[in-house]
């Protein structure tokens, strides 16, 4: 559990449920609430796992990584193979028993995520493709209950709330990656702050916050103009700005505060209201 960083499941997985819940108008049975918690966790953890297991050598040179399970020998690459193995079966099996489209579109998130680790070697943008990531979990909620995707049509709406999500993330993994600054330089790594500083670095995740607020505001009010969604969305935009004020006053050692804490809260926030404004 500590390995794959199951707490983090806790700002990840309500978004998945947000999807289906948007799309079932509150109405989902019990069997596919859990087959999407199986098929999300499923592949978030072989995500994780792949993301330890590909950065194996990096964060073994890294002093803030290398007492990760992998480097620290606390868990073997035979094992950590195993984990991967087990966990995208448990993905693509939930998949198939969802519907038929949830399981032909399973293999795009996967591929993804196998993507993912290898794109700070090359790009910047990999914050992006962390967030693309995390944005097929709304969208794959919505497709576990319609069986459907349509763009063109109210399907829309999931795919805006998609697009937030990836600048959501990219905003706080910018900030998280500040961490190793000096360390991404010194190993020829892209991260925004390697790029373009640290004071710009802050600017772009700020930037990239408000990108997430607007689009996210504008499609669940579109979808749900109630009075409980619009008292969560001012929560979230004084989560977001908490997360970045407490940077600036506490410093860089504040970044697992932000980092975890208060966009799981945001994430919880986000849910919960929506869940509220549909049922009520």
């Not at 069997?31 to 918690?37: M, R």
């Not at 908490?242 to 970044?255: C, L, M, N, T």
Request: charged share 10%; with cysteine.
């Amino acid at each position: 559990m500590d390995f794959i960083k199951i707490e983090h499941t806790l700002f990840a997985l309500p978004f998945a449920y947000l999807g289906a819940f948007l799309a079932s108008k509150g109405s989902i049975d019990l069997n596919k609430i859990i087959l999407i918690a199986t098929a999300f966790t499923g592949l978030r953890t072989a995500a994780m796992t792949l993301n330890r297991i590909i950065d194996r050598e990096i964060d073994a040179l890294n002093p803030r990584t290398s007492q990760r399970h992998i480097p620290a020998g606390l868990i073997s690459l035979r094992e950590a193979y195993s984990i991967t193995f087990i966990s995208l079966l448990i993905y693509f099996i939930s998949a198939y028993l969802i519907n038929e489209l949830a399981f032909l579109l399973s293999p795009v998130p996967a591929i993804t995520a196998y993507i993912y680790p290898y794109l700070k070697r090359y790009t910047c943008l990999s914050h992006y493709v962390l967030g693309l990531n995390l944005a097929f979990a709304p969208m794959g909620g919505w497709i576990a209950i319609t069986n459907s995707f349509n763009i063109f049509g109210e399907d829309f709406i999931v795919l805006i709330i998609g697009i937030a999500v990836i600048f959501w993330v990219a905003g706080f993994d910018i900030i998280y990656a500040l961490q190793d600054h000096n360390f991404d330089i010194k190993m020829g790594l892209h991260s925004i702050g390697a790029h373009f500083g640290l004071k710009n670095a802050k600017i772009l995740s700020a930037l990239n916050h408000a990108i997430f607020f607007i689009l996210f505001l504008f499609s669940i009010i579109n979808y749900l103009n109630g009075f409980i969604i619009k008292i969560g969305m001012i929560l979230v935009a004084l989560l977001l700005i908490y997360q970045h004020a407490i940077i600036e006053i506490r410093g860089y050692e504040s970044i697992q505060i932000a980092f975890f804490y208060s966009n799981a809260l945001i994430s919880l926030v986000i849910f919960t209201s929506t869940l509220l404004e549909i049922f009520l």
